[in-house]
């Protein structure tokens, strides 16, 4: 069986970090930044970065229709971050010309945390992940305010200011963390989407 090929949206963020957990996870990983990149690919990777400036670059490299229609077909999704917010059917303290996929039944709050504190690391249990709680890193983080009836909430933040908050969730084959887990050694969130991707393929 060929390793299934995930790539990561290369416009900007932290796609070098996705690239090496990917691999580390037993994917083919690859950059991708044209339409015929995302063609070859049988998941995607949106990651942490800056979501206003993703969105501007999706349109620039004329990627928002071919990922709009991808995902409507089905392609396994994940994004950190920046990639979260991206995946968001509403967004809330948002740029007014930013624009997200055709993603998950979700609003999301825009660097939420931040007004606590920018960035943070907390413990985050997330539901189909077993080995105990991630060590979550946040980095002017959004949070999720409200799901729709199809989406999944796999985790929380466990404890402190923020406690409760939703941070992790999955609406069929789309799968989002306010967190990155690609800036931590912990391979498990990238290898419970590199087996979404596989079975998906
Ligand atoms: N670490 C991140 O990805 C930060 C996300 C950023 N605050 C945004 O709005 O896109």
Known sequence: MRPPVVGVL?????????LAALAAAGAHARPVRRPVELDAVDGLVIPG???????????IFELREPIDKRIAAGMPV??????????????????????????????????????????FEAPVEVTG??????????IRAP????????????????GG???DRIVAVRQGNLLATSFHPELTGDRRLHAYFVELVRATA
């Open 49 to 59: 970065g800056e979501s206003t400036t993703i969105s501007k670059l999706v349109d």
């Open 78 to 119: 994940y994004g950190s971050c920046a990639g979260m917010i991206m995946l968001a059917g509403e967004v809330l303290d948002g740029r007014p010309d930013q624009r997200g996929f055709a993603g998950i039944e979700m609003t999301v709050r825009r660097n939420a945390f931040g007004r606590q504190v920018d960035s």
């Open 143 to 158: 949070w999720v305010e409200r799901v729709g009836d199809g989406v999944e909430v796999l985790g929380r933040v466990a």
């Open 10 to 18: 290369a416009l900007q963020g932290d796609v070098r970090e996705h």
């Open 161 to 163: 200011p923020a406690a």
């Open 129 to 138: 992940v077993e080995g105990g709680p991630f060590h979550g890193v946040f």
